[in-house]
């Protein structure tokens, strides 16, 4: 067989992509194990790093190994004739380490050039300078050392500050009465240099949001910048995993900008809170978003190494999601101290699987903030006259909707009587997919409704990829079709003991005639409060 590597992963000849899959799902502790043992100990620059990062989206390491270990088992079988590639460090792995005898045809891929990477770190730098000086001249609130302060960690898409898609209205409202719960937004370049130049306007008119640029120095901000330099600085070798010598593969990750965003809010992180103790600020807990990227670790870090009698909690508002790897923490991370001390899960059929690599993990379960209405609506996804409509439900990740897609256009869907509508995520419109895709079928539109409404007006629900709304259906008692783009999807259910209302479908060959045969199946409601945890007057209390 012949196996190209450049394309999509579901695309990959069916007998190597069995093999590939189930070496990724089997995989993960003994890479994660292995990561642990080349980390360099208590250096913050080697855990903001893409190599120590463990997220698929930053890091190719796992992908990499996964195909080694794959090509080792499909060519002892005497599988593949011909391999095309476009990684020439993967080249030489398989030719000078595994010796393979099957052709190797290499398919340039583009590289960054000089002057891209100079435009990235200008950018960057620009943007993060403009912040600083803008935060300061317009002297936006400071904390104070009169009171014990609860600091969240929190993102921001749209201007309301009443609205939060992270932590929901029921804390927002809880917080209007308190003075000391804080919430520090985090400002990145892919939010829009315009769009955040409004926001820091807002924020200097609520008392419930600090930037914490007011407290980092100049010099802070160009030590953050400097964190791609002293990067490249790391030992030279790294042990082999599985008898394979990766080095050279971590050694181009760690020179990679592609993370810089993150390096630098990590820093920026870790310096905020230096600088509150030196300044003698007090604090009752943090929260932190945590999702154990680069900007989350120097929080961490930041609180457990200047306020280490603080309560530090890291709140994951969101369900199982084992295709990134990152959200269990793992326990050289621990030790390390770049991950919460205690790790907050929406619901306990979630807290096994957050202890994944660290069995020493404390999970706490809290209040699912933003999806307390499952619990204030009866029958909320009442069954309507809906034959022969699709509904599509995007993750908000490029990769995964994109490929969702286009597995859905490969099965023909479009030339079929169905009325198709896609439910984009709030963090990625369709339009961005569109302009890759090139053109759209016509009877594929955009639904403008609200997630619960367009459900309702739908019958069918095709979703794929790391998203919360999927476990929310299902919950429900909706039935859902799941395409397997990537090894998780649809077998993850097992790990949280959801055994119905869905069906899993391997190639999109397969699509129309399961949708031809598809009669409304007999589903089972699952108990919601064992995955999306009720609020109530003492559970919230976590959060203030």
């Known amino acids: 067989m012949v196996v190209d590597l450049t394309s999509e992963i579901n695309t990959y000849d069916i007998r190597f992509r069995k093999i590939y899959f189930k070496k990724y799902l089997e995989l993960r502790g ?15 620059d080697w855990w903001l790093s893409i190599p120590a990062s463990r997220n698929f989206n930053l890091s190719e390491l796992y992908h990499n190994f996964c195909i080694v270990e794959s090509v080792k088992e499909a060519n002892k079988r005497g599988l593949i004739s011909e391999l095309i590639l476009s990684d020439n460090d993967l080249k030489k792995i398989l030719k000078s380490q595994l010796k ?19 435009y990235q ?26 009171k014990k302060y609860v600091l969240i960690d929190t993102f921001l898409e749209g201007n309301d500050l ?15 009465q308190k003075n000391n719960v804080i919430f520090i937004p985090c400002l990145y370049t892919g939010m829009g240099i315009i769009n955040v130049i409004k926001k820091i306007f807002i924020f200097k008119k609520n008392k ?26 790391f030992k030279k070798s790294f042990s082999n995993l599985k008898g394979v010598d990766y080095t050279s593969m971590i050694q ?32 009752k807990k943090t929260i932190n978003w945590f999702e154990n990227q680069s900007s989350d670790r ?20 969101f369900t199982y999601l084992p295709q990134y790897m990152c959200l269990s923490p793992s326990a050289n991370e621990n030790v390390s101290k770049v991950v919460p001390e205690t790790i907050l899960s929406i619901g306990k059929r979630f807290n096994s699987t957050k202890k994944e690599f660290c069995k020493n993990t404390i999970v706490k379960v809290a209040p699912a903030l933003n999806f307390q209405y499952l619990h204030h609506k009866k029958n909320h996804y009442k069954k309507r006259k809906t034959k022969n409509r699709i509904l599509i439900i995007l993750s908000g990740f490029f990769e995964d909707d994109l490929n969702l897609i286009k597995w859905i ?24 997919i569109m302009k890759k895709l090139g053109s759209f079928p016509k009877n594929f539109s955009l639904t403008k409704n609200n997630f619960s409404d367009a459900v309702k007006n739908n019958n069918i629900f095709i979703c794929s990829g790391a998203t919360s709304a999927l476990t929310e259906l299902i919950v429900q008692g909706k039935f859902c079709i799941i395409p397997r783009i990537n090894p998780f999807d649809g077998v993850s259910f097992k790990k949280i003991g959801i055994f119905k209302n869905y069906k899993v479908i391997e190639n999109s060959e397969e699509l129309i005639n399961y949708l031809e045969n598809f009669e409304n199946k007999k589903t089972k409601k699952y108990p919601i409060n064992d995955f999306f945890t009720k609020i109530n007057n003492k559970n919230i209390k976590i959060f203030l």
């Open 30 to 44: 003994q890479f994660t194990k292995w990561i642990g043992q080349n980390s360099v100990k208590n250096n913050l």
């Open 100 to 118: 393979v005898k099957f052709a190797i045809n290499f398919r340039n891929k583009s590289y960054n050039s000089i002057f891209s990477n100079f």
């Open 121 to 146: 770190i200008l950018k960057q730098y620009t943007f993060f300078l403009l912040i600083f000086f803008l935060a300061n001249f317009l002297k936006t609130s400071k904390l104070k050392n009169e």
């Open 162 to 176: 009443k609205t939060n898609r992270f932590y929901g209205k029921n804390l927002l409202k809880k917080i209007d």
């Open 208 to 233: 419930n949001y600090i930037l914490k640029e007011r407290h980092l120095s100049f010099n802070d901000i160009i030590r953050s910048f400097f964190s791609i330099f002293r990067i490249k600085n």
């Open 252 to 283: 181009k990750e760690l020179c990679s900008y592609k993370n810089l965003t993150g390096q630098i809010l990590g820093w920026q992180n870790y310096l905020f809170f230096k600088n509150l103790k030196s300044s003698d600020i007090k604090l």
């Open 298 to 317: 120097g929080w961490n870090l930041g609180v457990r190494k200047f306020f280490p009698k603080v309560k530090n909690f890291g709140y994951q508002g």
């Open 409 to 432: 256009m490969n099965s023909k869907l479009n030339e079929h009587n169905y009325e198709v509508s896609i439910k984009e995520h709030a963090i990625l419109k369709l339009e961005k």
